[in-house]
């Protein structure tokens, strides 16, 4: 296209849909909306909201620096619209982004990023730039901040424990694969739950509890399939379970919160636990209790 197809172009678009693109900066202290698209903040360049004003803007690709003061708004005129995109070196206050990211087929979280923009660029991590350089942002007004428009998958950019506030709850009776961590495992309402072989992962690392409560049952496949890590302390409620004692498996059902006391089991970072057909319940892998491991008052309960 020549120069002046492309002027006469600009001055056609113009007279129906307003100006093309334009670079953004300056300091807003009144509620403004920007009418045009295909926008930049130039590098060196700043756009500060103040005042308690809103900014209304539904595109940008930022190399420069955004400011937004306490009790303003930076946002989109529409809701899950707009487009942000940060180039390495952009500078950013008093905007909240956030990532979205999956965990597996059935599950994907949206966390808010751990970091400031400053504290990306200057990681040092060239795979992280990138990553975050790329993301393309949109307006939410449920989080009131910008969050990525596409969804990660099946990695942790920022080395986040993804699972703290996630659980893995069955209400009815199924069996199902479930995800490879979360906080606690649950069933209830007198559910029976089978977890089937995760083709992804070998186990489940558990973080906080199993509580399967009264009536409902967990199950596994066989002593190949799903296993359970538990972490070092998890609490235990309801689990059939059994521990290898001198040669015999015995039920651990009585001595639930005496397990992480014992020697064998307070030096252990995790704990795994494979599924017993014959048992009908849940077995310690590779720790062995003797007489002379544990103390006479637990030897009364595991005989």
């Known amino acids: ?4 197809l492309l002027f006469v172009f600009l001055i056609l678009f113009a007279g129906s849909a307003g100006l093309f693109a334009a670079e953004l900066s300056g300091t807003y202290d009144k509620d403004y909306t920007v009418r045009t698209d295909f926008n930049t903040i130039a590098a060196g360049k700043t756009l500060h909201v103040t005042n308690g004003a809103t900014y209304v803007m539904r595109d940008a690709i930022v190399h420069g620096s955004i400011v937004v003061d306490k009790g303003c708004k930076f ?3 529409d809701d899950y619209e707009g487009y942000l995109v940060f180039k390495p070196g952009t500078h950013v206050e008093g905007i ?4 979205k990211v999956r965990v597996s087929d059935s599950t994907a979280f949206t ?3 751990p970091m400031t923009l400053d504290e990306v660029w200057k990681s040092k991590n060239q795979e992280l730039i990138d990553l975050v350089g790329n993301m393309e942002f949109c307006y939410s007004p449920e989080l009131k901040g910008w969050v990525t428009i596409n969804e990660i998958r099946f990695v942790n950019p920022f080395n986040e424990n993804l699972y703290d506030n996630f659980d893995i709850v069955f209400t009815k009776s199924e069996s199902r694969i ?3 961590e979360c906080n606690s495992l649950i069933v209830k309402n007198k559910s029976k739950a089978v977890i089937q072989p995760n083709p992804d992962v070998w186990g489940t690392k558990i973080h906080e509890s199993i509580i399967v409560e009264s009536g409902s049952s ?3 496949t066989d002593a190949n399939g799903h296993k359970l890590v538990l972490k070092k302390g998890v609490k235990i409620q309801g689990l059939s379970l059994y521990v290898r004692y001198n040669n015999d498996y015995k039920s651990a059902d009585k001595i639930l919160s005496d397990l992480w006391t014992l020697p064998d ?4 970072d995790s704990v795994i636990l494979f599924y017993d057909p014959k048992l009908k319940g849940w077995c310690v892998q590779d720790i062995i209790l003797s007489d002379r491991s544990v103390p006479d008052s637990i030897k009364k309960k595991l005989k």
């Open 75 to 77: 946002i989109s005129p």
């Open 111 to 113: 966390r808010k990023i």
């Open 265 to 268: 089991f307070s030096k252990q």
């Open 178 to 180: 479930i995800e490879g």
């Open 218 to 220: 967990l199950l596994g």
């Open 96 to 99: 909240d982004l956030y990532y």
């Open 1 to 4: 296209m020549t120069k002046k």
